[in-house]
């Protein structure tokens, strides 16, 4: 038995997050600690553990929130969540290859209150870092002796491949004028959802659940994640740069064609015209340009229809949860971090 495996009962989800941590970080930092020293640099960099000038700092290293559900998808099957630390680190790997490359393609100069890796390295090493990070995740995988190896380095994969899709359609939909709001759901489907259905499917493999268990816990995964992303969408416009580390009306300022814009957009209502207008206007929006933009949003009602949705996924989410039949414990703590995810003020 392990410290993952030691814990008080009734932990609150943020506890819970931290004893995830306290699990991940060593076994993150032997990890890192393998790639070439240029990639390393730029990975520690970007995971907060040092400045550009390799000096330790204590940055935000993010709340890990998929490693976490990787070690209580592996309780909740009756498994222990020291044996699925492998597919945790693998899983936050993954998560941080696509953070530094979404940071490239969006053109985001921050990250959790700090520079981004690329505004400091360059583009093109930050690409390469991710790159790096993603080939250590399956190598991690690879390497962790479980006999599920083979498997989860395919669920990974498959993981990844919808992730990039689902990328792939995001930067399309910044040059398309008529995107679909059926389109738009499954973009974050793929983008934001897949990744956190592998990390509870992989942890339900790791903790040796059956494959009924592995693929409700995975649909609650990808449920979560959904959710996850509608709320992050209305993050990105109306969210507290304090808490978000990015700009108010960010995702407006890069025009983004997130959930609840598309909503608005395909409203058929006033503010969709104007909303419209003002989306396809040829200078950069202004501060009042984005205010205005955000107001009708609102309006349109997609402010509120996003947050229905992202209520009605949660719900469902905790159906697949209750399918799968996990220890109460388990049950409890991935519902209070499913909670904690889908906060409007995370």
């Known amino acids: 038995m392990t410290d993952l495996d030691v814990s008080r009962d009734h932990r609150t989800a943020r506890e ?71 597919a945790a680190v693998a899983v936050e790997l993954t998560h941080n290859f696509s953070l530094l490359h979404d940071d490239v393609m969006d053109g985001d100069k ?88 592998a990390a509870c499917a992989l942890g339900a493999l790791f903790g040796g659940g059956r494959a009924d268990q592995l693929e409700h816990l995975r649909s609650f995964g990808e449920k979560v994640g959904l959710a996850f992303q509608f709320v992050d969408d209305l993050l990105g416009i109306w969210g507290d740069p304090a808490v978000t580390g990015k700009p108010v009306y960010s995702d407006l300022r890069n025009r983004k064609k997130s959930l609840p814009v598309v909503a608005a957009l395909t409203s058929g209502t006033p503010a969709a015209r104007e909303l419209d207008a003002l989306y396809h206007s040829e200078q950069p929006l202004d501060q009042v340009q984005l205010a205005r933009a955000a107001e009708l949003i609102e309006t349109s009602g997609a402010r509120a229809w996003s947050q229905g949705r992202a209520d009605d996924l949660l719900a469902r989410a905790r159906e697949h949860l209750r399918a799968a039949g996990p220890s109460e414990r388990a049950a409890r703590e991935l519902d209070a971090v499913a909670r904690l995810a889908t906060r409007r003020d995370r």
């Open 110 to 197: 921050t990250r959790r209150h700090r520079p981004t890796a690329w505004h400091v390295f360059g583009v093109n090493p930050a690409i390469l870092a991710g790159d790096a990070l993603l080939t250590l995740a399956l190598d991690v995988l690879a390497g962790s002796g479980h006999p599920k190896a083979q498997q989860a380095i395919r669920v990974l994969s498959a993981a990844v491949q919808r992730l990039l899709d689902g990328q792939s359609a995001d930067l399309a939909f910044e040059e398309r004028d008529d995107v679909r709001l059926a389109e738009c759901v499954r973009m974050a489907e793929c983008k934001t959802g897949a990744l956190l259905g």
């Open 16 to 86: 819970v997050l931290e004893w995830s941590r306290a699990g991940l970080d060593p076994a993150m930092r032997t990890a890192v600690d393998r790639l070439p020293d240029s990639m390393r640099a730029i990975a520690g960099y970007h995971f907060g553990w040092w400045d550009e000038h390799g000096r330790p700092t204590g940055a935000d290293a993010g709340k890990a929130i998929r490693p976490a559900l990787v070690l209580l998808g592996a309780q909740a099957v009756g498994g222990a969540a020291h044996a699925a630390l492998p």
